[in-house]
Nanobody
Framework: QVQLVESGGGLVQPGESLRLSCAAS????????MGWYRQAPGKQRELVAQ???????NYANSVKGRFTISSDNAKNTVYLQMNSLKPEDTAVYYC???????WGRGTQVTVSP
């Protein structure tokens, strides 16, 4: 049974950085075809960044140039490097395996002066 566990969230000030991690346990052959999503209070969950099975990355316009998704298959981990954080980035961030269709439980990111 595959499980995903996110970590790395926290409270930061605008302009600062965070790196989120999504670690997979269980049988998983590749950390490609993964996505990072976020859900702010009162809003729908949205795709922030994804990495395809071919290694292609895609980003929401709101984070393009600031966030970077990467994977380390040896560690069964996907990362989301978030730079120049803004208050509107505040949300619970989730990772999802697009191969297995499973979600992690999320990690809170709060950006506030």
């Amino acid at each position: 049974q595959v499980q995903l566990v996110e970590s790395g969230g926290g409270l930061v000030q605008p302009g600062e950085s965070l790196r989120l991690s999504c670690a997979a346990s269980g049988s998983i052959f590749s950390m490609n075809a993964m996505g990072w999503y976020r859900q702010a209070p009162g809003k729908q969950r949205e795709l922030v960044a994804q990495i395809t099975s071919g290694g292609t990355t895609n980003y929401a316009n709101s984070v393009k140039g600031r966030f970077t998704i990467s994977s380390d298959n040896a560690k069964n981990t996907v990362y989301l490097q978030m730079n120049s954080l803004k208050p509107e980035d505040t949300a619970v961030y989730y990772c999802k395996s697009h191969v297995f269709g499973i979600w992690g439980r999320g990690t809170q990111v709060t950006v506030s002066p």
